[in-house]
């Protein structure tokens, strides 16, 4: 196993917090895989789709006044969207979160590109902050990105910028790439290869490579995409709108390499390396927030 994925697995076992609870989880999988595997495979789908930490803790800050929350349905959960009561006139910037993550995260590159004439839209996935469900995934997120840009194109607004972190850049890029009608798109912080991240998971709780691709399938059947059609080569070659990358150095959740993957693949794309900022303190760093901001005007 190489350094970055020897990184990421550590990553992923933090996440899914490296004490008793993922030892049960381990212990439980692993008999039940050898046991009943069809119920293993059927509660590693089930986990592996569960965004940690939980929806609740992400809802105890309260928005400022001057911001508006709305719930729209969507499939059998909900997406809550966040919009300032008094917005530019400009266009739309959509901002997306990650996986795990929450609108709130994108409030200061939200902020500053209100200030600079466009109207920032944070759209919160299901099963995270405020939104209803309990699960989701990638072609999830995908879907619910080409749902809101079709909602708020058919309200009458211009969306001029598609911005996105981690898991949801990834499912901005597929979206991106089956023609929705953005201006621009920047790309947080991308991972490169879903199918990775069921082979960090499936380390990190001792699947089998049988359960592994069981669950896998399981998910690409249940949802009607392959893992693989979100990977780079399968996307880039469709992005038809400029497209700045940023992506840190050190990131230990998805490499750089992941970043300078889809900067290389889209034609004409632009990478912006950061240094020290990690996964997420690039969200809020002045200086990346200016230069997305400047890209996005």
């Known amino acids: 196993m190489d350094s970055s994925s020897s990184s990421a697995v550590q990553a992923t076992a933090g996440y899914y917090q490296a004490s008793v609870g993922l030892r049960f989880f381990r212990f439980a999988l692993g008999t039940s895989q050898k046991l009943w595997p069809a119920l293993a495979t059927r509660a590693a789908v ?11 803790l992400q809802r105890r800050a309260a928005w400022a006044a001057d911001w508006k929350v709305a719930q729209w349905p969507f499939e059998d959960a909900q997406l809550t969207v966040y919009t300032q009561a008094a917005q530019p006139h ?3 910037a959509l ?76 499912a901005a890029a597929y979206a991106a790439s089956r023609g929705i009608g ?10 490169a290869s879903p199918r990775n991240y069921t082979r960090y998971f499936a380390q990190v709780f001792g699947l089998s490579e049988t ?19 979100f990977e780079p080569r399968a996307v880039a070659p469709r992005i038809r709108v400029p497209t700045l ?12 390499t992941d970043g300078q993957a889809f900067a290389q693949a889209i034609q004409g794309a632009q990478l912006l390396p950061t240094e020290g900022l990690g996964h997420r303190k690039l969200l809020k760093d002045p200086a990346v927030v200016a230069k997305v901001v400047l890209f996005a005007r």
């Open 245 to 256: 990358v940023v992506h840190d150095r050190g990131d230990a959740i998805n490499a750089f």
């Open 95 to 170: 901002l997306v979160h990650g996986w795990g993550g929450h609108a709130r995260q994108l409030l200061p590159l939200a902020e500053s590109l209100a200030q600079h004439g466009l109207r920032p839209v944070l759209l919160e996935m299901p099963a995270h902050g405020r939104s209803a469900g309990s699960t989701s995934n990638l072609p999830q997120f995908a879907r619910a990105i080409d749902y809101a840009v079709g909602r708020l194109q058919q309200e009458g607004h211009e969306i001029g910028l598609l911005a996105a972190h981690s898991l949801g850049a990834n």
């Open 211 to 229: 359960t592994r691709a069981a669950m896998q399938k399981h998910i690409e059947a249940r949802e009607g995409v392959l893992m693989q059609h």
């Open 90 to 92: 400009g266009p739309v």
């Open 182 to 191: 953005i201006g621009k798109l920047v790309l947080l912080a991308p991972p």
């Open 46 to 56: 089930r986990l592996f789709c569960t965004p940690l930490p939980p929806k609740w």
